[in-house]
Structure formats: structure tokens, C-alpha cells
């Protein structure tokens, strides 16, 4: 089995694609928690955690599904996870039960990280260094359609329909995605020699290296922070301040196009600085804006513009530190790249799921616990990459295991 050389451009595009499976399964049903809760006789903070039960799953996947894909290959991998994911949505299209909806959810979270985890290794079996990161940038900047449409579309569906056709719409998506997957992807994964890999060995080989660990802790406290905003967000905007339900897509839209803008400037920067310089500065930014938040709330009661422009700041700067970060890991692994991105996107799920899950437990109806969180993550992400990367990298992000 060798490898297909597809042009990169289309490649890009199918990979964005597969990955909008995660913003479009968290967000596209934002705007109907009020409704579900409703119809199933239960709380909004029942509703709220399935946010972060997806989350985990969806963690969960991704741990199991990058050595699944270092093992068996790309597209054994992504057709195995899109499988469940769509049981997963057709079981949440039927739940008729708060509990039901959960392990729903969890089912579908599974299957699209499993899935979801080949995207990067994809492009990097493809590229390395500043390409890849540049590379992932580009993904990025498609992806970011996917959350700024998603509480549209959730909105609309419920114009016309109720909240089980938000599901259905994710369940045909999931299957035109695969067809169109199946016809075109190439297998880019090169024919390994020698024995099967160990997962739980090549796991502890990313865990060993320090400015893994690096990375790794980066996108994870920054996560946190940004799901912290994303299960807040409804109860925020429509219950703490008054905003209609057709105004908060808006409210939310605005933070991906400043994520949208911030990674197209991260692929100009890329010709200048290192992934690791971006990053970090990214995370200075983060800070300043998670402070600002803070202290707006404990010295008085922000007004909605402060939070709508420090949190669009916060959530910008996702642009730099989830490419970088990814970037920087798997040059490290570049004969495991599956697991290596696994490992960095299930730590930053499963930490998004505990600030989402923390966040709905501890709701006062006050952004004051969603901040607190976001404040959190900033500082420890900030805090770790400064302790775990070195000071400078090799010019160009040459890096090697």
C-alpha cells in the first residue's frame, strides 16, 4: 500500500470537513437546551452537561482512535468512528429521556473523536514543520464556518421543526461526509515495517518528552477556558442579560470570526516566528483577557459589550494555540502522528469537559463561574508552557524526537 499524493487543496478541504464534526455536534444544539430541557421534563443544567458528556467521549475517541489509526490506517479509522458517531446521533434524535440523551451523546463524542483524531496525522504524514502548522492554519480557517453556522442552523431547524430534527440533521451530515470521504480520500499513511506499534508504549513516548508535555498542557488549559464560555454561553447571553434567542448566534458568531481572523494572521506570522513563539504570545493575550474579565465582575457588574470583547479576544487566540501546539507535538512523532494528536486532543477535550461539566454545576445565573474558569486555564496554561518548553526552538521548527 503506498500512499495517494491528492492535491493538497482538496485534501484540506475534505479533512476541515471531517473536523467541523466537532463544532457542529457541540453548537448546532446550543440554542435548543431551553427546548430539550422542556420536552424532557428536566433542568437546563441537565441539558448543559451533555455538553461536557460529549466532550469526553468525544476524549475518549480520540485516545482510542489515534493508535487505532496508527495500526490499521487513515481511512479504517475515520469510517469506523463516522459508524458510531451516526449511532450515536440517531439514538439522541430518539432519546426520550435525560439519561438517554446522555449516553447518547457519549456514544456520538466517541465515535467522532475516533474519527475526528486523523485530520491532523493526516497532514502530517503529508507536511512537517512551519508547512504543517500553516497547513493545520488553513484547516482551521474552513473549520471555523462550521461553529459560526452551527447556532444558526440550530436556530432555524427550530423555526420550522423541533430540537430531534437538529440531530437528524447531524445524522445526514455524518452520512454525506462519509460518502464523499469514501470516493475520495487517499490513504496517506505509509506501510509500516516491522512489528505493530504498543499503544500504551507509544502514549508514554509522547508523555516522556517535556515539550510535549508541553504542548499538550498548553491546549489543555486553554480548552477548559473555551468550553467554559461555549456551555455558559446560552444561560449568559439569553438569561443574565436579556438577549434574545435570534441576537445570541450573533453574539456567538462573533467569537469565530475573531478565531477565523486570528488564524489567517497566524499564517502570515508563521514566515517569522516559530509555532512556539506564537503560541505563547497567544497565551500572554489570553491572560490579560481572562484577568479583565474577572476583575470586571468582582469590582462590579460588566455591561455585555466588555464581556462580548474580552471573550471574543480569548476564544481568538484559540486560532494560535491549538495549530502550533499540534504542530509542535507531532514533528516530535512523526511515525505516530495519529497518537501523538490523539493524546493532544483528547487531553484538551476531557479538560474542555470538565470546565463545561464545572461550569453548568456550579451555575449561579452569573458569568462569574464561567469566568472563574477561564481565568484558571489561562493562568495555568500560561504557567506550564513557560516551565515545560525550552526557551527558543531550532529556526523553522525543525524538530525531532
Known amino acids: 500500500m503506498t500512499p495517494n499524493t491528492t ?53 475518549l475517541g480520540q485516545l482510542f482512535g489515534g493508535p487505532y489509526s496508527d495500526r490499521f490506517g487513515r481511512r479504517t479509522a475515520i469510517f469506523t468512528g463516522l459508524s458510531i458517531f451516526l449511532l450515536g446521533a ?37 507536511h512537517s514543520g512551519r508547512e504543517s502548522a500553516q497547513a493545520m492554519s488553513r484547516m482551521a480557517s474552513i473549520i471555523m464556518a462550521a461553529p459560526l453556522l452551527a447556532p444558526v442552523i440550530g436556530a432555524l431547524i427550530l423555526k420550522v421543526s423541533d430540537w430531534r430534527s437538529i ?95 486570528c488564524n489567517r494572521i497566524n499564517i502570515r506570522l508563521l514566515h517569522r516566528f516559530t509555532p512556539q513563539q506564537l503560541l505563547q504570545g497567544a497565551q500572554k493575550v489570553q491572560l490579560l483577557a481572562a484577568t479583565a474579565l474577572l476583575l470586571g465582575y468582582l469590582l462590579t457588574p460588566a455591561p455585555v459589550w466588555m464581556l462580548l470583547v474580552l471573550v471574543m479576544l480569548f476564544i481568538g487566540m484559540q486560532g494560535f494555540v491549538m495549530s502550533n501546539a499540534m504542530a509542535g ?16 486532543g483528547a487531553c484538551g477535550f476531557a479538560t474542555g469537559a470538565v470546565g463545561g461539566v464545572l461550569t453548568g454545576l456550579l451555575g449561579d445565573g452569573t458569568p462569574l463561574p464561567m469566568v472563574c474558569i477561564m481565568f484558571t486555564g489561562a493562568i495555568s496554561g500560561f504557567l506550564l508552557s513557560r516551565w515545560l518548553l525550552p526557551r527558543q526552538q531550532p529556526s523553522g521548527c525543525a524538530l525531532s524526537r
Open 167 to 261: 440531530f437528524l440533521f447531524l445524522s445526514v451530515y455524518g452520512l454525506v461526509l462519509a460518502l464523499a470521504l469514501f470516493l475520495r480520500l487517499p490513504e496517506t499513511l505509509a506501510p509500516r515495517e516491522g512489528p505493530l506499534p504498543n499503544p500504551l508504549r507509544n502514549y508514554l513516548n509522547v508523555l516522556r518528552n517535556r515539550s510535549a508535555r508541553g504542548y499538550i498542557c498548553s491546549v489543555a488549559a486553554s480548552y477548559a477556558g473555551m468550553f467554559a464560555f461555549i456551555t455558559a454561553s446560552p444561560g449568559i447571553y439569553i438569561g443574565y442579560y436579556g438577549i434574545s434567542p435570534s441576537l445570541y448566534p450573533v453574539l456567538f458568531g462573533a467569537n469565530i470570526i475573531t478565531l477565523l481572523l
Open 7 to 59: 492535491p493538497v487543496a482538496g485534501l484540506i478541504l475534505m479533512l476541515a470537513g471531517l473536523t467541523a464534526l466537532a463544532p457542529l455536534s457541540t453548537d448546532a444544539y446550543l440554542p435548543a437546551i431551553p427546548a430539550i430541557a422542556d420536552d424532557l421534563g428536566v433542568s437546563i443544567h441537565d441539558i448543559e452537561l451533555t455538553v461536557g458528556l460529549f466532550l469526553g467521549g468525544f476524549a
Open 90 to 126: 440517531v439514538w439522541a434524535m430518539l432519546a426520550e429521556s435525560a439519561h438517554a440523551l446522555w449516553l447518547a451523546r457519549i456514544l456520538q463524542g466517541f465515535g467522532g473523536g475516533v474519527s475526528v483524531v486523523n485530520s491532523m496525522a493526516i497532514i502530517r504524514d503529508r
Open 329 to 344: 507535538t507531532s514533528e516530535f512523532f512523526p511515525k505516530t502522528a495519529a497518537t501523538a494528536t490523539a493524546l493532544i
